[in-house]
C-alpha cells in the first residue's frame, strides 16, 4: 500500500488534474476560484435562471459533477439529515437521501447540515454528526450505498462542519477536536483530534495522524505541490498551526505553530505562499502567509480588519481578504503589500469566491456583494436573495450557485 501511494503522489499531473473542477468545499483545491467564466455586469434576483427548495435547512456548499450538483441538508424538526442531487441545468431534484440524524448542541450560527459534499467520477462522499458519533459515507451518483465508516464523537463547543476532500485514490477527512479539556471544555471532555485518508473505493482506512488542535478546527485541506518532491496536504488549527502531512502515510512533514486562536477558515495556497487565518468571535484575527519552500517559515502577518471565518480568495498575485464584518482588503501574495481597504457592509460566515474577474461574497443576510478583482477598488454590485445564508457559493463555466438556508439558486453565466 505504501508503495503504491508513493508512486501515485510522484505523479504531479494526476494530482492537479484531480483538482481541476468544482468537486469539494471551495473548488478546485480549496481555491474558491474559476477562470473560465463570466458573469453578468448587472443581474438582478430575476435574472436566475431557476431556484429551488431544499428539504429542511443548512449551510453546507453545492458541489458538481458534469451536470449533477450535490448539496447537504437538514431537518431539525424530524432529525433528519438529507443529500441531495439536482439538476444543474435545470434545478430539478432528482432523488434525496434521508438519514436519521439525533440532534445536539450547536453553536447559533452553524447547522446540522454545515459539511460540503465531495465529489468524483465514481462516487458522493458526505459527513454528518449526532451527539455521539460522525459518520462519512460513500454513495454512488444515483444515491445507493458503497461504504460507511464511523469516525467517533466531535467534541465541540459549536457542533461539526467540516469536508471531506478526494485526492487521488484518497478520501482525506479531518476531525480536528477540542482536545485541550479546561474549564471551557464543552461538558467537560476532552476530544480526540485525528485526520486520517480512506480508500475512497472501499472506505478502508489507510492512515490515521493524531493531532493537537486545542479548539475544534474547521479547516478544509488543501494540496501543496513543491517544485521537488511528492505532493503534501496542508492544514491549520489552534496549537499545530500550519501544517503538512504526507499524503503516502500522514506523517507530519512541518508544522509551525502560528495561530493562537481558532481556526475556522481553510489553507489557500498563492504561488509561493500559504495562507490562513486565525480568530475568535471576540476579534483579535490575523491572517498569516507562510514560506512552506526549503525551511517553512512565516512570511508576513495582516493583522487590521483580518477574517475569522471566511477563508480568502486571489487572482493571481492579488489576494482578498474578506473580514466578518465586511471589510474587504486586497493584498499582494508575496509581502502582504497593502493595495486597498473599503467597507463594503454585511456581516459574513460564507467565503468569497471568485468568477473570472469578479469577486463575490455572500453575507449572513443573503446579499451578494461583488468588487472587481483588480488591485484598484471597483464596487461592481450588491443583490439581495431575500433569504439568509452560511454558504459558500459554487461556481463553473455555466455561472454560480447559491445556496440560502433553505434553497439553491443558478445565476447562468453571461455567455449562457
Same mark, same amino acid.
Request: with cysteine; hydrophobic share 35%; glycine share 10%.
Given at each position: 500500500?505504501?508503495?503504491?501511494?508513493?508512486a501515485?503522489?510522484?505523479?504531479?499531473?494526476?494530482?492537479?488534474?484531480?483538482?481541476?473542477?468544482?468537486?469539494?468545499?471551495?473548488?478546485?483545491?480549496?481555491t474558491?476560484?474559476?477562470?473560465?467564466?463570466?458573469?453578468?455586469?448587472?443581474?438582478? =434576483?430575476a435574472?436566475?435562471?431557476?431556484?429551488?427548495?431544499?428539504?429542511g435547512?443548512?449551510?453546507?456548499?453545492?458541489?458538481?459533477?458534469?451536470?449533477?450538483l450535490?448539496v447537504?441538508?437538514?431537518?431539525?424538526?424530524?432529525?433528519?439529515?438529507?443529500?441531495?442531487?439536482?439538476?444543474?441545468?435545470?434545478?430539478?431534484?432528482?432523488?434525496?437521501?434521508?438519514?436519521?440524524?439525533?440532534?445536539?448542541?450547536?453553536?447559533?450560527?452553524?447547522?446540522f447540515?454545515?459539511? *460540503?459534499p465531495?465529489?468524483?467520477?465514481?462516487?458522493?462522499?458526505?459527513?454528518?454528526?449526532?451527539?455521539?458519533? *460522525?459518520?462519512?459515507?460513500?454513495v454512488?451518483?444515483?444515491?445507493?450505498?458503497v461504504?460507511?465508516?464511523?469516525?467517533? %464523537?466531535?467534541?465541540?463547543q459549536? $457542533?461539526?462542519?467540516s469536508?471531506?476532500?478526494?485526492?487521488?485514490?484518497?478520501?482525506?477527512? *479531518?476531525?480536528?477536536q477540542?482536545?485541550?479539556? $479546561?474549564?471551557?471544555?464543552?461538558?467537560?471532555?476532552?476530544?480526540?483530534?485525528?485526520?486520517?485518508?480512506?480508500?475512497?473505493?472501499? $472506505?478502508?482506512?489507510?492512515?490515521?495522524?493524531?493531532?493537537?488542535?486545542?479548539?475544534?478546527?474547521?479547516a478544509?485541506?488543501c494540496?501543496?505541490?513543491?517544485?521537488?518532491?511528492?505532493?503534501?496536504m496542508?492544514?491549520?488549527?489552534?496549537?499545530?498551526?500550519?501544517?503538512?502531512?504526507?499524503?503516502?502515510?500522514?506523517? %507530519? =512533514?512541518?508544522?509551525?505553530?502560528?495561530?493562537?486562536?481558532?481556526?475556522?477558515?481553510?489553507?489557500?495556497?498563492? $504561488?509561493s505562499?500559504?495562507?490562513?487565518? *486565525?480568530?475568535?468571535?471576540?476579534?483579535?484575527?490575523?491572517?498569516?502567509?507562510?514560506?512552506?519552500?526549503?525551511?517553512?517559515?512565516?512570511?508576513?502577518?495582516?493583522?487590521?480588519?483580518?477574517?475569522?471565518?471566511?477563508?480568502?480568495?486571489?487572482?493571481?498575485?492579488?489576494?482578498?481578504?474578506w473580514?466578518?464584518k465586511?471589510?474587504?482588503?486586497?493584498?499582494?501574495?508575496?509581502?502582504?503589500?497593502?493595495?486597498?481597504?473599503?467597507?463594503?457592509?454585511?456581516?459574513?460566515?460564507?467565503s468569497?469566491?471568485r468568477?473570472?474577474?469578479?469577486?463575490?461574497?455572500?453575507?449572513?443576510?443573503?446579499?451578494?456583494?461583488?468588487?472587481?478583482?483588480?488591485?484598484?477598488y471597483?464596487?461592481?454590485?450588491?443583490?439581495?436573495?431575500?433569504?439568509?445564508s452560511?454558504?459558500t457559493?459554487?461556481?463553473?463555466?455555466?455561472?454560480?450557485?447559491?445556496?440560502?438556508?433553505?434553497? =439553491?439558486?443558478?445565476?447562468?453565466?453571461?455567455?449562457?
Amino acid at each position: 500500500m505504501l508503495i503504491v501511494h508513493l508512486a501515485l503522489w510522484g505523479s504531479t499531473p494526476f494530482v492537479v488534474a484531480q483538482q481541476s473542477a468544482w468537486t469539494r468545499f471551495r473548488g478546485p483545491n480549496g481555491t474558491g476560484a474559476i477562470e473560465d467564466v463570466q458573469l453578468p455586469a448587472e443581474w438582478s =434576483l430575476a435574472d436566475m435562471k431557476w431556484r429551488t427548495p431544499l428539504p429542511g435547512l443548512g449551510h453546507s456548499s453545492p458541489v458538481l459533477w458534469g451536470d449533477q450538483l450535490f448539496v447537504q441538508s437538514a431537518d431539525a424538526d424530524h432529525q433528519l439529515h438529507h443529500l441531495v442531487r439536482l439538476s444543474a441545468r435545470t434545478g430539478e431534484v432528482e432523488w434525496t437521501k434521508s438519514t436519521s440524524a439525533r440532534q445536539y448542541h450547536i453553536h447559533l450560527r452553524n447547522s446540522f447540515a454545515s459539511a *460540503t459534499p465531495a465529489v468524483d467520477g465514481d462516487h458522493v462522499y458526505y459527513i454528518w454528526s449526532t451527539a455521539d458519533e *460522525t459518520t462519512v459515507a460513500a454513495v454512488t451518483h444515483d444515491g445507493q450505498d458503497v461504504w460507511s465508516a464511523k469516525l467517533g %464523537e466531535f467534541v465541540s463547543q459549536h $457542533g461539526y462542519g467540516s469536508s471531506p476532500v478526494v485526492v487521488g485514490d484518497m478520501l482525506l477527512v *479531518t476531525s480536528q477536536q477540542h482536545d485541550k479539556g $479546561g474549564n471551557d471544555a464543552p461538558d467537560g471532555k476532552r476530544g480526540a483530534s485525528f485526520l486520517a485518508a480512506f480508500n475512497r473505493l472501499t $472506505g478502508q482506512e489507510i492512515w490515521r495522524t493524531e493531532r493537537h488542535s486545542g479548539s475544534a478546527s474547521y479547516a478544509v485541506p488543501c494540496i501543496y505541490q513543491p517544485e521537488n518532491g511528492p505532493a503534501q496536504m496542508i492544514c491549520c488549527n489552534t496549537d499545530d498551526g500550519m501544517y503538512s502531512l504526507s499524503l503516502a502515510n500522514g506523517q %507530519e =512533514l512541518w508544522s509551525l505553530p502560528v495561530f493562537k486562536m481558532r481556526t475556522v477558515s481553510s489553507p489557500l495556497i498563492v $504561488g509561493s505562499r500559504i495562507i490562513g487565518s *486565525t480568530g475568535s468571535g471576540g476579534g483579535g484575527n490575523y491572517v498569516v502567509a507562510v514560506d512552506p519552500t526549503a525551511t517553512p517559515a512565516e512570511a508576513y502577518r495582516v493583522t487590521s480588519s483580518a477574517p475569522y471565518v471566511p477563508t480568502s480568495v486571489a487572482c493571481g498575485d492579488l489576494v482578498f481578504l474578506w473580514s466578518d464584518k465586511g471589510i474587504v482588503t486586497c493584498i499582494r501574495a508575496d509581502d502582504g503589500h497593502v493595495f486597498w481597504r473599503e467597507r463594503v457592509g454585511g456581516e459574513y460566515s460564507s467565503s468569497p469566491v471568485r468568477a473570472g474577474d469578479q469577486v463575490l461574497a455572500l453575507s449572513d443576510e443573503g446579499e451578494v456583494v461583488v468588487v472587481a478583482a483588480t488591485e484598484d477598488y471597483h464596487l461592481i454590485g450588491k443583490v439581495s436573495l431575500g433569504s439568509r445564508s452560511r454558504a459558500t457559493p459554487a461556481v463553473d463555466q455555466h455561472g454560480v450557485y447559491f445556496r440560502t438556508e433553505s434553497e =439553491l439558486m443558478h445565476l447562468p453565466a453571461k455567455s449562457n
